[in-house]
């Protein structure tokens, strides 16, 4: 009889050009196209089992049963997985994370592409990595991504199937160090699928949008030639224009705390001294500060000396999406 259980381990990623609002919200298709660093250190685990038996899928997130909301999110994935597959079975779904989730730390990107990774392969489909990544999009936009390792990027796409992500370049090409400055470890008022929906109420959105491809193109070349005073300048104005959308928002969605103000400007005089790191904020206050490997001590060290920062992460590019083969 097949086996109808798996495990994957996926990492979050950072978004150097974000993706705010959804083209088509169904599909979650994005508004613009996208670009991150995934990972390492942080990750979640995800154990998918099929059971006959089970009269509804039983899910659990970090030792307790899932919230109705995330229940449901979940169910609705499973819902894709078993339409494609034809298994009509429940599931078990047990998910760890070892980092606060909503907390502006993609927690959604690495639970969806473990989640599509162990459940697609617990119902015995064997999708490559771009059907991976089209499925995990559909869980949640960024996820797309955290398929891949090391620096991606997820095409916005006019119809489900091109709505894919894919690397640009592996984890090894550029040292780069994600330290993310934790000043709560609360779980979001707002969630990203309800910002992702108001982000058309902004003025400032369909400019945004406009302008996502210049942008893409600059950072793509940048990570490429491993610029990093063009990557820092494009990387905190897309972050910027994000937040300037969301606070232009109806209503106004409000992220960002005063310890993630004070942290921002700091990183800004850290950078005019000479250090090479930038800030990026997703759906969240936690800011993230990408440097050089090379100054990243450095900027730690200063970083622990801001009052309020609770702890600090330290990220370097991390891999792909990968199915625990000892389950
Ligand atoms: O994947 P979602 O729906 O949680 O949206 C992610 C949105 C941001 O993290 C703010 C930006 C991004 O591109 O990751």
């Not at 934790?182 to 910002?195: C, I, M, N, P």
Request: hydrophobic residues 40%; aromatic residues 6%; charged residues 20%.
């Amino acid at each position: 009889m097949l086996d109808k259980r798996a495990t994957a381990i996926a990492s979050p990623n950072i978004a150097f050009i974000k993706y705010w609002g959804n083209r088509d919200p169904a599909l979650r298709l994005p508004a613009n196209a996208s670009l991150s660093m995934t990972l390492a250190n942080l990750q979640t685990e995800t154990a998918v089992q099929f059971d006959n038996l089970l009269e509804s899928d039983q899910i659990e997130i970090n030792g307790n049963p899932a919230s109705v909301q995330a229940a449901s999110r979940v169910t609705e994935h499973l819902d894709l997985i078993r339409t494609l597959s034809g298994l009509p079975s429940f599931a078990n779904v047990c998910s760890l994370s070892n980092f606060p989730a909503g907390a502006g730390i993609a927690s959604s990107a690495s639970a969806f592409a473990a989640l599509t990774a162990a459940a697609s392969s617990a119902a015995g489909l064997d999708l490559d990595m771009k059907q991976l990544s089209i499925l995990a999009r559909r869980g949640s936009g960024s996820a797309a991504r955290s398929i891949f390792g090391g620096f991606v990027q997820l095409f916005s796409g006019e119809t489900d199937e091109d709505g894919y992500a894919e690397q640009l370049a592996p984890a090894e090409h550029w040292h780069l160090v994600d330290l993310i400055a934790v000043v709560t470890k609360e779980h979001k008022s707002t969630g990203s699928s309800a910002g992702h929906l108001l982000a058309p109420t902004s003025p400032i959105q369909a400019v945004r949008v406009q302008d996502a491809d210049r942008r893409m193109a600059i950072c793509k070349n940048a990570i490429l030639q491993k610029d990093f005073q063009t990557l820092a300048q494009i990387v905190e104005q897309d972050s910027n224009l994000m937040h300037s959308v969301m606070m232009t928002s109806d209503p106004p969605l409000h992220y960002l705390e005063p310890e993630s103000i004070s942290i921002m400007k700091h990183v800004t005089r850290w950078r005019e001294d000479g250090l090479a790191v930038c800030y990026t904020i997703d759906a969240g206050p936690n800011v993230h500060c990408i440097c050089s490997f090379e100054d990243s001590h450095e900027v730690e060290r200063q970083l622990r000396s801001i009052d309020g920062l609770l702890d600090i992460y330290r990220c370097s590019p991390g891999n792909g999406v990968a199915l625990n083969t000892n389950n």
